[in-house]
C-alpha cells in the first residue's frame, strides 16, 4: 500500500520564496499561494505614499509582546524620517513568512541562501546552478526603508520551535521575535510611533470539508492549522473582533483566505472596519485567495 504521507515531510523541508524551510507534521506545509502574502507586505513596505497615508486618528502606538521586543532591527540602515513599521505574523507555523519577510528586508535578496542550507535540509548537496530570480516583491538594494521589527506568533509551542530553528537556519534569529499567543491575547500596546502591519494565514477550511481533504492533508498535517470553524471564517472573526477591542492604528491586514470566501471575507471585513479599503487579488490559478484590509488615504 502507498503511503499518502506528503514527500515534504519525508523530505523534512519545502522550498518558499525561494528558502528552504524545515517542517514536520507540527507544522502546515507553506503553499505557492502564500508566497503572494509576502509580495504584498514588500510592496506596501516599499511604497511611502501607501505607509504614510493619513487616517482619521493619528498613529500613536508601539507594539510590544509581553516579553521585551528585541532591539535589533531587521533594517539596519536607518531611514529618517519614514515612520519605523512592525510586522505582525499570526499563526507563523514553520515560520516562512516573518522568515522570508526579514531576509528580505534585511538586505537584497542573494540566490547563494539556498545553497548555505543544502547540506543541513538536504542529505545531497545541490550542485546544480542557481538561476533563480529574484522574487516579485523583493526590495531593491539601494532602497531607503524604515526600521522594521517583525513579530511572530503562534497557539502552538510545537511550531514555534520548528520556526524558531528556521530563524537559526536563515541567519535572522535577532530578527524576529518569536511569541507564544493565542492571535492577539498576549500581544500588548505602548506609547509611540509605528506603523502596524498584521499578515496572517489562519486556519480557513470549514470543519464540515475536513474528512473530505486528500487524505496526505487531513491524515498529516494538523487540523489546528487546517480547521477554520463552521464557515471556515471562525479565527479570521475572532482576530478582527480582538484588533478593534485593542483600538490599534494598523494601516494594513492582510489574509489568506479560502477561494469560495470572496464576498463572505468582504462582507465581515467591512463589519469590522467599515472606514477601510477592502479588496481581494486572485492566486494564479484566478481564485480569490489574499484579503486586504487597509486604511483608506
Not at 530570480?133 to 521589527?149: F, I
Amino acid at each position: 500500500m502507498v503511503s499518502s504521507k506528503p514527500y515534504q515531510y519525508t523530505k523534512g523541508w519545502v522550498e518558499f520564496y525561494k528558502l528552504r524551510f524545515k517542517v514536520t507534521p507540527d507544522t502546515l506545509i507553506p503553499r505557492p499561494e502564500t508566497e503572494l502574502l509576502v509580495d504584498e507586505v514588500l510592496q506596501f513596505i516599499s511604497q511611502p505614499q501607501s505607509r504614510n497615508c493619513n487616517s482619521s486618528k493619528k498613529s500613536n502606538n508601539k507594539l510590544s509582546s509581553n516579553k521585551q521586543l528585541s532591539n535589533n532591527k531587521v533594517n539596519n540602515n536607518k531611514a529618517k524620517n519614514l515612520s519605523p513599521i512592525i510586522i505582525l505574523d499570526i499563526g507563523t507555523g514553520s515560520g516562512n513568512i516573518a522568515i522570508s519577510l526579514a531576509k528580505n528586508l534585511s538586505h537584497p535578496y542573494d540566490n547563494r541562501l539556498d545553497n548555505e542550507l543544502d547540506i543541513e535540509l538536504d542529505s545531497e548537496p545541490n550542485n546544480q546552478p542557481n538561476n533563480k530570480s529574484e522574487p516579485k516583491g523583493s526590495v531593491s538594494q539601494n532602497q531607503r526603508l524604515p526600521d522594521v521589527k517583525i513579530i511572530a506568533s503562534d497557539i502552538s509551542k510545537k511550531a514555534l520551535k520548528i520556526a524558531k530553528q528556521n530563524a537559526k537556519l536563515h541567519k535572522v534569529e535577532d530578527k524576529i521575535e518569536f511569541v507564544q499567543s493565542n492571535l492577539l491575547s498576549n500581544l500588548d500596546l505602548s506609547d509611540l510611533n509605528y506603523t502596524l502591519i498584521i499578515v496572517t494565514n489562519l486556519p480557513y477550511i470549514p470543519t464540515g470539508r475536513i474528512p473530505y481533504l486528500d487524505p496526505s492533508v487531513k491524515d498529516f498535517e494538523p487540523h489546528i492549522a487546517l480547521d477554520g470553524g463552521k464557515d471556515g471564517f471562525d479565527l479570521y472573526r475572532k482576530l478582527f473582533s480582538q484588533i478593534k477591542e485593542k483600538s490599534w492604528q494598523t494601516k494594513l491586514i492582510i489574509g489568506e483566505i479560502d477561494y469560495t470566501h470572496g464576498e463572505l471575507a468582504i462582507n465581515e471585513s467591512q463589519n469590522y472596519f467599515p472606514d477601510f479599503q477592502i479588496e481581494t487579488k486572485n492566486d494564479l490559478t484566478h481564485k480569490q485567495r489574499i484579503l486586504l484590509i487597509k486604511r483608506g488615504l
